[in-house]
Every structure is written in structure tokens, then in C-alpha cells.
């Protein structure tokens, strides 16, 4: 692929620190506030889709979510297409959009949402023929739980074992989970928080 070697694959790097900077912006923080005058932390919740959606309605929620969705999948898009793929870059622009969504350079560094959509976003481009029944099996389990981290709770996992089953490039693989990862992080990080609260 084109710049993907010699002196001109220095740039590729900017994909991910944009995509860490972009992944920062939390639009659920402007339409919450919009539309409740509030924060969604000043109001108890979080920033993400389902943080939106309780208190902005389905609309804004939807819009959150592809607002998060595309800012993990464009990224790897980008590092796949600009760079063919290749495993540290992939791999960094897979992390990038999700720690950046999970902790905002803009908040210093202070948690923001939990990642969920943009690592979905990322996941999809990566597998999506392993990722696309995982997370439907995740979001069955997320509606009968009324808890939307079922969906990557279930959905992930379950990738994970069809990615190896569908064969998916080792770089592939690697990237997604780290994408994975980087949300459990973040989950294990906001449940701590949640406890202290309690």
C-alpha cells in the first residue's frame, strides 16, 4: 500500500493519536446537557449510548452511538487501508478511539464513558462475520438483563472463539482484543466506582 514503507509510514501514526483525540469526544455530554440543562455525571449517569438514552431519549441516544461507532471503526479502516493492515498500527488505531472515548485527554485523563460503541465500531471492521451474531447473541442477553454491558460481556467472548474459528488474520485477532480489553478495563474501573458510591 502506499506510505506503508520507508520515510513515508512516520505519518500513518497520526491515525491513531487523532483517533485517541477524537475518541475524547463525548457527544452524549453535549446532547445531555442540551436537552437537560445537566451533564449526564452531574445527573448520576454516564456519557455513553445508554447514559443518553435515560436521559435524552431514544433519538439522541442513536445518534451518540454512531457518533461512537464510527470514531472505533473509521481509524481501523484507515491503518488497514492506508498501511495493509500491518499488526503495531492496526493494533494502535484499534486501542486509540477506545481509550480516548474511556479516558479523555480533554478531562485529564479522568474516566469518560465505558467504551462499549467504539470498541464495537472497531470490532465490526475488524471480524465482522464473527462480531456481527456475537454481539446480536450480546444485546439478547444485554435486553433480558436490562443491562446494556451484557452486550460485550456476551458478545466479546463469543467473537473472540468464532475469530478463531473463521480463521481471522492473527493481526486481526490481536487488535480486536485489545480493543476488548481496553473496555474491560474501563468496566472494572466504573464498577469500583459504582461500589464506592453504593
Keep these: 500500500m502506499s506510505g506503508s514503507g520507508g520515510h513515508g509510514a512516520a505519518w500513518l501514526w497520526l491515525i491513531p493519536v487523532v483517533a485517541y483525540l477524537v475518541g475524547g469526544i463525548l457527544p452524549g455530554e453535549y446532547l445531555v446537557r442540551w436537552r437537560r440543562g445537566a451533564s449526564p455525571r452531574e445527573l448520576g449517569d454516564e456519557p455513553g449510548t445508554a447514559g443518553t438514552w435515560r436521559q435524552a431519549g431514544p ?45 479523555p485527554l480533554q478531562r485529564g485523563l479522568r474516566p469518560g464513558g465505558r467504551g462499549l460503541a467504539s470498541a464495537i465500531g472497531v470490532t465490526v471492521y475488524l471480524a465482522p462475520l464473527a462480531l456481527v451474531p456475537a454481539l446480536l447473541a450480546g444485546c439478547v442477553v444485554a435486553l433480558w438483563r436490562r443491562r446494556t454491558p451484557w452486550v460485550g460481556i456476551v458478545g466479546f467472548p463469543l467473537a473472540l472463539v468464532l475469530m478463531l474459528v473463521l480463521r481471522t488474520p492473527p493481526a486481526r485477532v490481536v487488535a480486536a482484543v485489545a480493543a476488548m480489553v481496553t473496555v474491560g478495563l474501563r468496566y472494572l474501573q466504573w464498577t469500583r466506582q459504582k461500589q464506592r458510591w453504593i
Design 59 to 103: 433519538a439522541a441516544a442513536l445518534a451518540v452511538f454512531a457518533f461512537d461507532f464510527a470514531k472505533g471503526l473509521v481509524p481501523v479502516w484507515l491503518a488497514d487501508r492506508l498501511a495493509g493492515g500491518q499488526g503495531a498500527l492496526l493494533l494502535a488505531a484499534a486501542v486509540a478511539p477506545v481509550a480516548g472515548h474511556n479516558w
